[in-house]
């Protein structure tokens, strides 16, 4: 195992940075704002906030305690803190949840850069709705395109996890993080003035309890998992270059905050916009690529609209495969003689392989199918609905039960004269309510 010279990030806003570039992504720009609509708008919101706070901050605390006192990669952390044990395959299903998780968001990345091109070049204006949807279903299953972007997605992000923690990671998201701010709030200001602005928010904030049903408790809770990289080892990997002096609580407060903001902030962005146009949020994954174009074009400077919301959505996007790349090169480089670059375009290489496929579920392959998913869908589905929430269901018992309290008092950390019972109340948390929440969820969807 090499264990010297793993790299640190360098400063404290470095750590947030990055860590909210992986948190931040295509959940919360694309995701988020469609299954609002799927599931009946405000009244979601709250039953996500809900999740966000009693299951997300704990469950991020605890891969930050996990990583940051063991220093180490998502599987041979799990060695350190509990040698001889068989805790270590929490890791092992979090690297294959990461892999998985390639195959198909490097798919959606690379949309997102070929729509970023075509508004760049003036072509996503001058068409009628019909010939939106005709245009993504052809470009989505077209044989190749969709594939180089896929390659070139990949490529840039291997070129940033190659550079390192510091060098790579850390300097990419101490970039490209206050742009996406910049061009949200931007983006935010613009939406007010809408003529539907109003009718938007109100769908946005104003709940409706009458129009929620059970299942969206589901699925404010896996969108929690996908939204904060949680369940698969990927903010252990973060924090394991966390350095001593960080604090976990703080960050992990801060991180889901402003995940929640931004994923609010591009639902403010897209309601508004929908429903001043005429059109409808109902619309499902291909809302951001199908309805948008549209939505801009109608806008005044609609040019530039639309090339600021796809340079929103990549930037979003290319941060959060850099995270997953990671997690997956941090284990194989740690773990054998090759080099990080070496590491991280072997990993490449196997992503590409499986991301064909996944391309190819709009194409070719559109009529293969298991249990009745595309292979696309299948990945979507075995990890964020299997693999993220039974790998969180591990990593809080693991930390709940198993994990020396000694260890977590060390590296919260609480300067407080009531100190020992937030850790006592947050112990409680991850021993009793977290995985009894997740469980349900579990017995629910498997019964549904
Ligand atoms: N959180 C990212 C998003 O919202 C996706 C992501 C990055 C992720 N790394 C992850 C999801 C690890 C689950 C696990 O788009």
Avoid at 337 to 346: D, M, Q, V, Y
Avoid at 364 to 369: A, H, K
Avoid at 396 to 408: A, E, H, N, P, T
Wanted: glycine letters at 10%; a positive charge; aromatic letters at 14%.
């Amino acid at each position: 195992m090499k264990t010297e010279n793993r790299g640190n990030f360098s400063s404290k806003i470095g750590v947030i940075l990055a860590t909210v570039g992986t948190a931040v992504g295509l959940g919360n720009v694309w995701r988020f704002p469609y299954i609002v609509g799927e599931n009946g708008g405000g009244a979601f919101l709250v039953i996500y906030i809900l999740a966000l706070l009693l299951l997300g901050i704990p469950g991020v605390i605890a891969e930050f305690i996990v990583g940051r006192h063991s220093h180490a990669n998502a599987v041979d952390s799990f060695k350190k803190l509990a040698p001889k044990t068989k805790w270590h395959w929490i890791g092992y299903s979090g690297v294959l949840a990461g892999f998985l998780i390639m195959g198909y968001y490097a798919v959606v990345v690379g949309w997102t850069l070929e729509y970023l091109t075509q508004a760049i070049l003036g072509n996503l204006s001058g068409m009628t709705v019909e010939q939106y949807g005709q245009v993504f279903d052809q470009f989505a299953g077209h044989p190749y395109w969709p594939l180089v972007w896929m390659v070139i997605v990949m490529l840039i992000s291997t070129f940033v996890v190659a550079r390192g923690v510091s060098g790579g990671i850390e300097k990419i998201s101490n970039v490209l993080m206050p742009v996406f701010f910049l061009i949200i709030l931007v983006m935010v200001a613009n939406s007010f003035f809408l003529p539907a602005a109003g009718q938007g928010m109100k769908y946005l904030f104003l709940p409706n309890f009458s129009e929620l049903e059970p299942v969206a408790i589901l699925i404010a809770i896996g969108q929690t998992f996908f939204s904060l990289s949680l369940g698969m080892g990927c903010l252990i990997t973060y924090s394991s270059y966390f350095k001593k002096d960080v604090s976990l609580a703080k960050t992990a407060t801060q991180v889901v905050s402003i995940d929640a903001m931004v994923a609010i902030l591009s639902a403010m962005i897209i309601f508004p916009a929908v429903f001043s146009f005429g059109m409808q949020p109902t619309e499902g994954p291909s809302l951001v690529f199908k309805v948008l174009p549209n939505v801009f074009q109608q806008m005044p400077l609609g040019t530039l609209w639309s090339i600021l919301f796809y340079a929103l959505l990549f930037i979003a996007a290319i941060t959060s495969l850099i995270s997953l790349l990671e997690v997956v090169t941090a284990y194989i480089y740690e773990n054998t003689s090759l080099t990080r670059r070496k590491a991280a375009f072997i990993v490449t290489g196997m992503v590409l392989v499986l991301g064909v496929f996944a391309s190819m579920s709009f194409g070719p392959l559109q009529e293969v199918t298991l249990f009745g998913k595309t292979i696309f869908d299948l990945l979507d589905f075995v990890t964020a609905s299997i693999l993220l929430p039974v790998g969180g269901f591990f990593i809080s018992i693991f930390v709940g039960w198993f994990l020396d309290k000694r260890i977590i008092a060390t590296e919260l950390r609480i300067k407080h004269p009531k100190a020992h019972l937030f850790i006592k109340g947050y112990i409680y948390m991850l021993r009793f309510f977290v995985p009894a929440c997740i469980f349900a969820v579990f017995l629910y969807s498997l019964l549904g």
